[in-house]
């Protein structure tokens, strides 16, 4: 079975920096577009960035110029460094990764538990 296991939120002041993983492990033929989402309180999810497996890669217009989405193959892991952290940035994060299982033709869309980034003062 294939899990994708985040970590790296936290509390953290405005204008301070986390950096987010997520690791996919298990029977794993190959993995696709990675990404991470992210809902607040209120609001819908929202897709925060994305990176293809050949590591182009898209954001939210709020989140240009200060977050930057990364990835390595070799590890079947994404990262998401965040800097100049705001308030509103405020959120569960969730990973996503479209992989493809040894055995299976198709890709499927797997997430992670998520994890609490809160920015405050």
């Known amino acids: 079975q294939v899990q994708l296991v985040e970590s790296g939120g936290g509390l953290v002041q405005p204008g301070g920096s986390l950096r987010l993983s997520c690791a996919a492990s298990g029977r794993i033929l190959s993995i696709n577009t990675m990404g991470w989402y992210r809902q607040a309180p209120g609001k819908e999810r929202e897709l925060v960035a994305a990176?293809?497996?050949?590591?182009?890669?898209k954001y939210v217009d709020s989140v240009k110029g200060r977050f930057t989405i990364s990835r390595d193959n070799a590890k079947n892991t994404v990262y998401l460094q965040m800097n100049s952290l705001k308030p509103e940035d405020t959120a569960g994060y969730y990973c996503?990764?479209?992989?493809?299982?040894?055995?299976?033709?198709?890709?499927?869309?797997?997430w992670g538990q998520g994890t609490q980034v809160t920015v405050s003062s």
């Open positions: 990176i293809t497996s050949g590591g182009s890669a």
């Open positions: 996503n990764a479209d992989i493809q299982r040894y055995y299976r033709g198709n890709y499927y869309a797997y």
